[in-house]
């Protein structure tokens, strides 16, 4: 019997191989290559496949990465894990990447416990997602293949946050992108990525999706050191009493 998850993503990745997927896929090549501006450290992984290679890395700044693939379907990835169970060390990843991984993944949630799990202290996350309100977000619910194909739910970025905020994350920024109608351009590709980047003055509708970058925040307990009457309390010395 085929594996529904098997079916969804290869129909996804199909679609990214065809125009509209490759324009978006460098339309958030560019998107992410400002994100990773102040994205250091020694080692990067993505978790999930998102496009035909590595195109959403290609300006990164960390130079050790890392893809991993999603066990039910393998291609394009540098190892092959669950996203909910990763074989990496906790605390070992300066930066993760979750391109599109929330809306794929049956439980959004574990994954992201996953992401934190093996973030170190510091260490920053960043999630790409498509609005619901957008569209994009009414072309998915509206079609019983999903839009773009075979990817039928998606997140606000208000939900996103929460999750983030309940793990302890800093929001350090959100932006928008993707301000084209949800079909194949005409000319060429080049031509199209403007469009999906910033919002022309013709384009009134909100963007359809949004990349968000959050910083992991680890809060120590700094314990108090007692003072010279309190010590003496403790070391069974008696404490003059005050006329």
Not at 77 to 86: E, I, K, P, Q
Not at 137 to 152: I, V, Y
Not at 191 to 206: N, Q, T
Request: proline share 8%; hydrophobic share 45%; charged share 20%.
């Amino acid at each position: 019997m085929a594996d529904p998850m098997i079916d969804v993503l290869s129909t996804l990745h199909h679609w990214q191989a065809g125009r509209l997927g490759s324009a978006l896929i460098q339309a958030e090549a560019r998107v992410l290559a400002d994100t990773f501006d102040d994205v250091f450290g020694l080692e990067l992984v993505q978790l999930g496949t998102w496009g035909v290679g590595r195109e959403l890395l290609a300006h990164a700044r960390i130079r050790r990465q890392s893809v991993i693939a999603d066990a039910q379907i393998p291609a394009g990835g540098d190892l092959v894990a669950s996203l909910a169970h990763l074989p990496i060390a906790g605390g070992s990843v300066d930066a993760v990447l979750l391109p599109h991984t929330l809306e794929v993944a049956p439980d959004p949630y574990a994954v992201l416990r996953e992401a934190d799990r093996v973030l170190a202290a510091e260490g920053q996350l960043i999630v790409l997602g498509f609005r619901p309100a957008s569209l994009w977000g009414l072309a998915a619910a509206a079609s019983r293949a999903g839009f773009p194909p075979g990817l039928r739910r998606t997140f606000p970025v208000a939900r996103v946050r929460d999750w983030l905020r309940l793990l302890s994350y800093e929001i350090v920024s959100v932006r928008p992108y993707l301000y084209r109608l949800p079909r194949t351009p005409r000319g060429p590709i080049e031509a199209a990525l403007p469009g999906m980047l910033r919002r022309g003055w013709f384009y009134p509708w909100p963007s359809a999706a949004y990349v968000i970058k959050a910083r992991k925040r680890v809060y120590t307990l700094t314990p108090i050191r007692p003072r010279l009457r309190e010590w003496r309390t403790l070391i069974g010395g008696l404490v003059e009493p005050r006329i």
